[in-house]
């Protein structure tokens, strides 16, 4: 269908005329949408999403092609947005992929120039987004979370348990006077409420039955994206766009809870994905030969540090004549496990979908992946976890005290208790005597007498690697870092895994090869990762972070990062009062109080490391990060640093929706950043 711009513009002219055909395509999850602008035209096209989504792809642009009466050679630039964009690739067209939030926002925007507030509803999520009217640019965003509730895969459930189609869902709801009481937001347990209800409905031969249950279904989808708008504020001059847009009976709901009235449009908003990214084509295929600067540094060579620690985790799988202790928490003093003589490392893997639901076969599923995981390699009898003789925690939640009870079943395990209060006199006291419960423990597992001079060797050492890592993170600092959060959180796993002796010897070549690099190359986002534990192996957020969105984690708060790195231990005196008083002073996580202290550091790293951002990644469940998530954002956002809220697990299906929420706040701080430089050179 073509359509005259000028024509479809809502209280303001056309601002994007084309001298060359370009192409927007929002591949969604049920239908996919093409816009093709050309001069003044806007061409549209809509087909069903197929299996293969460049199969799709293709297929909506010969539409686009065959309807404006185009050549292929003719399309100067395609942009690809929705669910499947990131499977797009032209050998012939030059493209590029923009998140469909930003792109919903540009093509509201470029229908109605006085957007404010967006409410998006496709077949698999809803977003509430809010757009600055004078670019179309996003300023702040809020998605669901891996659920369907208010989507239109939600509506679309219900409409086949009602024997309707789902283009009459919408209809049929408005005439209801009655509209059902459907309490669930959980599309599994509404499915239940829908078919009582319409069985009730059957039996009392009640004519409005039907109508009241599609009320109340749009009702209980209605609410969850009020919700969303909730989180972000609601600003007149809204804005209805997506497949569910065209819905009558959700439009009216909607409007009756937020009690304003959504802009009309000339042009179907469910092409608002498709036309903003036809608007980025534009924008793209402009500045298109400006000059790109490309990074010219040495590149950090990892694998043999990688392969040292291989080789020793082998070695302590394959060793017999000498005790193999595991531990958990950051909070064990790992000087008492070298002085005792025993090989030890960190229980900090990341399990696979199939090693997080062996451990919840002794847990409730209201545990963090990262607590199932660690029963999971036992249950699964993993090599490297098997091996151990005894395990070490500190009864630091919950959860991880519950996993100590469990793992208890497969090897002896030990639960020492950590004072939350950290900086009274008498919780030193008593993490000194928890220490020296340890120190017996020890001494009875391997049978030899623990050296305090030992002790304040091996303190020394760590002491030393300590310091190293954190002086190799300073290298962050620079305008522009030589080394990526992910190398980072690579050398990281040294510390957990190798002697002190080894990995100190390794991170000094590392850091004199950092040291050698010059501080050039290209400016990258610099963004800090905050909140719960990143375990080893759990690395989805930097693969997108940094390779594919090409930004640069920097800094991270989190005790598998830089965060335990930022204090040393008295290296004379009593070494047990030592090792209290440092691990007590260390940076301290959530669970530890006052939690000012934690938060008060969080926010110096972000301002040290000059984040453009923070991303606070909280594992769900985690009674820690999440119950104070809000105290830490809070104090982020007073130093006027945007943030991005994560709950996140180890599945591996989210990785589209993980992507698109990094993508758009990536491209909201990059919209800062420009304005923010255009400014000063002004």
């Not at 954190?470 to 510390?495: A, C, M, Q, W």
């Not at 758009?664 to 950043?673: M, P």
């Amino acid at each position: 269908m073509k359509h005259i711009a000028k024509n479809i513009v809502n209280g303001g002219p056309w601002k994007y005329r084309t001298d060359a055909p370009v192409v927007g395509l929002d591949l969604g999850s049920r239908a996919s949408k093409g816009v093709l602008l050309n001069g003044d035209e806007i061409i549209t096209a809509i087909i069903p999403t197929g299996l293969y989504m460049q199969e799709t792809a293709d297929e909506l642009l010969n539409k686009l092609l065959e309807i404006s009466e185009l050549d292929r050679s003719e399309v100067a630039f395609i942009v690809g947005t929705g669910y499947g964009r990131i499977s797009l690739k032209y050998d012939d067209i030059p493209y590029q992929v923009v998140t469909e939030i930003s792109c919903h926002a540009m093509g509201a925007h470029a229908v109605n120039p006085k957007t404010r507030t967006i409410i998006d509803i496709g077949g698999q999520d809803s977003k509430a987004i809010k757009v600055d009217p004078s670019t179309g640019k996003v300023v702040e965003f809020v998605m669901n979370d891996k659920c369907a509730a208010g989507t239109g895969r939600f509506l679309e459930k219900a409409a086949t348990l009602l024997g309707i189609e789902l283009r009459e869902l919408g209809e049929i709801s408005i005439q209801s006077k009655n509209p059902a009481q459907i309490s669930s937001q959980c599309v599994v347990f509404a499915e239940s409420e829908v078919i009582s209800l319409r069985a009730r409905g059957e039996r009392q031969k009640n004519n409005e039955a039907r109508a009241d249950i599609a009320a109340g279904i749009h009702v209980s989808a209605a609410r969850r994206v009020h919700n969303l708008l909730g989180r972000i504020g609601i600003e007149p001059d809204l804005v209805f766009t997506g497949g569910v847009s065209n819905n009558p009976g959700m439009w009216k709901i909607l409007e009756e809870l937020i009690g304003a009235k959504f802009m009309p449009s000339k042009l179907d908003l469910i092409f608002a994905g498709a036309l903003g990214a036809a608007v980025h084509a534009w924008k793209h295929y402009a500045n298109s030969h400006e000059a790109k600067t490309k990074r010219q540094t040495a590149k950090l060579d990892l694998r043999q540090f990688s392969e040292l620690i291989d080789e020793e985790q082998q070695s302590l799988i394959d060793s017999k004549d000498i005790k193999k202790v595991g531990y958990i928490c950051n909070y064990t003093p790992v000087e008492l496990l070298s002085a005792a003589g025993v090989r030890h490392a960190r229980l900090l893997k990341a399990g696979s979908a199939k090693t997080v639901s062996a451990g919840e076969l002794y847990t409730q599923s209201v545990f963090c992946d990262y607590t199932k995981s660690c029963i999971g390699f036992f249950q699964e009898k993993d090599p490297f976890y098997k091996s151990f003789d005894k395990v070490y925690n500190f009864h630091i939640c919950a959860s991880m005290k519950r996993a100590s009870e469990v793992i208890e079943q497969f090897v002896p395990t030990k639960l020492l208790n950590l004072p939350k209060l950290r900086n009274s006199t008498d919780a030193r006291n008593f993490f000194r005597d928890e220490i020296l419960n340890f120190k017996q423990d020890l001494q009875q597992l391997t049978g030899q007498e623990i050296e305090d001079d030992e002790v304040r060797h091996q303190i020394a050492l760590y002491n030393r690697a300590r310091q190293l890592l954190k002086k190799i993170s300073e290298f962050r600092k620079r305008t522009h870092p030589n080394l990526t959060g992910k190398e980072y959180l690579d050398l990281v796993r040294g510390y957990y895994y190798l002697p002190p002796e080894k990995l100190t010897k390794s991170l000094e070549q590392v850091y004199q090869h950092l040291k050698s690099v010059s501080n050039q190359g290209k400016k990258h986002l610099r963004l800090m990762i905050s909140g719960s534990v990143m375990a080893d192996g759990d690395r989805r957020l930097l693969d997108i972070i940094e390779g594919e969105l090409d930004a640069r984690v920097v800094i991270e708060d989190h005790c598998a990062g830089a965060r335990p790195f930022y204090h040393t231990i008295a290296e004379s005196g009593d070494p047990y009062m030592a090792l209290a008083n440092g691990y007590l002073d260390q940076a301290p996580c959530a669970r530890m109080k006052p939690l000012d202290d934690g938060i008060d550091f969080s926010a110096k790293l972000a301002q040290d490391y000059a984040v453009d951002g923070v991303i606070y990644v909280y594992l769900k469940f985690c009674a820690c990060y999440g119950v104070s998530k809000k105290d830490f954002i809070g104090r982020f956002q007073k130093l006027g640093l945007p943030v991005l809220e994560i709950s996140s697990d180890y599945s591996e299906s989210d990785h589209g929706q993980l992507r698109t929420r990094i993508e758009a706040f990536i491209e909201v701080l990059n919209e800062k950043a420009n304005a923010n430089e255009q400014l000063t050179n002004a």
